[in-house]
């Protein structure tokens, strides 16, 4: 069973508005940490946003936020007055495990490319 | 400047050979990590090493080896058994604990010739 799911292959989006990323995540651990990355064209790999699961307050950084639904299991991207520049591969990442000794697994999800329209 | 490098950028391989990935992080983390990226897969985690010495297979381990010797380093060997090598590898690194992204490299390009 996949981990992570992103079930939005590609969106859509006009400069100036609004997007949400979805993200569904399966784990039975209690503590883990949940992530976005944007990965344009060249293929490098940057952090956006980060949600811990014991995080009562959803994270935001600037124009993003991430809409945490515990019960859910769901961890969406929001990201407000699109840009050219947003146009990108986006992907959610969980890293589980949080015991001392753990092995902290961090697993991605096959991503959504997102397109922003002038 | 703090970071993690990935060398070659591009490498290209025989069928047949064994080729290695280098990943060496100055960031005093702890733990590393090596994905596979293939266009419309995401990233399927290869191997993981949260400690020197100790490493763990991911999800698509098969065909690969990986060390850890140094806490900065963590190669990978990309052998003849992998059945379809050519793919994007990214290797990262992050702290053991906290609220801590992982950091990645710029990338190597592999291709089988």
């Known amino acids: 069973a996949q981990k992570i799911t992103q079930t939005q292959p590609g969106m859509f989006v006009q400069e100036k508005e609004a997007v949400t990323l979805d993200c569904t995540y399966d784990?039975?651990?209690?503590?883990?940490?949940l992530f976005w990355y944007k990965q344009p064209s060249s293929g490098e790999m940057i952090f956006l946003i980060y949600?811990?699961?014991?995080?009562?307050q959803n994270a935001t950084e600037g124009r993003y936020s991430l809409n945490f639904q515990k019960a859910r299991k769901s961890a969406n991207l929001v990201i407000s007055a699109s840009q050219l520049g947003d146009s990108a591969m986006y992907f959610c990442?969980?890293?589980?495990?949080?015991?001392?000794?753990?092995?902290?697994?961090?697993?991605f999800g096959k991503g959504t490319l997102l397109t922003v329209n002038p | 400047d703090g970071g993690i490098t990935q060398s070659p950028k591009y490498l290209f391989r025989k069928e047949g050979q064994n080729v290695t990935l280098s990943c060496e992080q100055n960031?005093?983390?702890?733990?590393m990590y090596w994905y596979r990226q293939d266009p419309g897969q995401g990233l399927r985690l290869i191997y993981y090493?949260?400690?020197?010495?100790?490493?763990q297979k991911g999800d698509i381990a098969e065909g690969y080896s990986v060390s850890r010797e140094k806490k900065e380093s963590f190669p990978l060997t990309v052998t003849s058994a992998q059945k379809n090598p050519t793919a994007f590898y990214l290797c990262?690194?992050?702290?053991?604990?906290?609220?801590?992204?992982?950091?990645f490299g710029q990338g190597t390009r592999l291709t089988v010739v």
């Open positions: 990262a690194s992050s702290k053991k604990r906290g609220s801590t992204e992982a950091f």
């Open positions: 784990t039975s651990d209690q503590s883990y940490g």
């Open positions: 949600q811990g699961s014991y995080d009562e």
């Open positions: 990442a969980m890293r589980e495990g949080g015991g001392g000794g753990s092995n902290y697994k961090l697993t």
């Open positions: 960031l005093n983390h702890d733990a």
């Open positions: 090493s949260q400690i020197v010495n100790d490493f």
